[in-house]
């Protein structure tokens, strides 16, 4: 059963919230930055700003190329992992403030909008930002997603928005990483 429609009053809000929250993401993405490194030993700390920011300038030699060597250098990428672990996160704790399914879900998409710039929006978290907010409004359309479609219209987004990110190794990685997992994976 659908659950009702969303009122503008509530669109209004979530969108001023976001609007904000977007006009203020250097100042966030700083607090982010030293909050990550607070309490933490400074080799733990550059790795927690890797995993959540995906600034891994800080992380040392030897510590990337052992990631390189486990094959976990993907870890330090931000991409569809951090979305999803974002709405893991999210509808919970929106759960709990007793937010209707479908504002959760309006307020996922917001969040992913502010997640991206937070998270220095490079190619994949592009591509994963798109690809989830696709899978959130067919959610709230009722309709089954597509993984081949989602991943098609952030290829035509993402390549909109800066038609020479075709060139950028990252993106054609990204793109060529999902597309392998969505046709290898049953």
Not at 105 to 132: D, F, N, T
């Amino acid at each position: 059963m659908r659950s009702p429609r969303l009122s503008p009053p509530i669109l209004l809000g979530i969108a001023i919230v976001v609007a904000i929250a977007l006009a203020h993401s250097g100042e966030i993405r700083a607090r982010a930055e030293a909050g990550l490194g607070r309490g933490m030993p400074p080799r733990e700390a550059e790795l927690a700003r890797g995993f959540v920011l995906g600034e891994d300038a800080g992380i040392d030699g030897e510590t990337k190329q052992d990631f390189r060597r486990s094959g976990l250098s993907h870890l330090l990428a931000v991409s569809g992992e951090n979305v999803t672990l974002l709405a893991l996160l999210a509808m919970p704790l929106l759960g709990a403030l007793r937010i209707g399914t479908r504002e959760r879900l309006v307020w996922l998409i917001g969040l992913i909008a502010v997640y991206v710039p937070l998270a220095g929006a490079g190619p994949s978290i592009q591509r994963a930002a798109v690809m989830g907010v696709a899978g959130l409004v067919a959610t709230m359309a009722g309709r089954r997603t597509s993984r081949l479609y989602a991943l098609a219209l952030a290829f035509a987004v993402t390549a909109a928005v800066d038609p020479n990110v075709a060139a950028d190794v990252g993106w054609q990685l990204s793109f060529a990483a999902v597309l392998g997992i969505l046709l290898l994976v049953a």
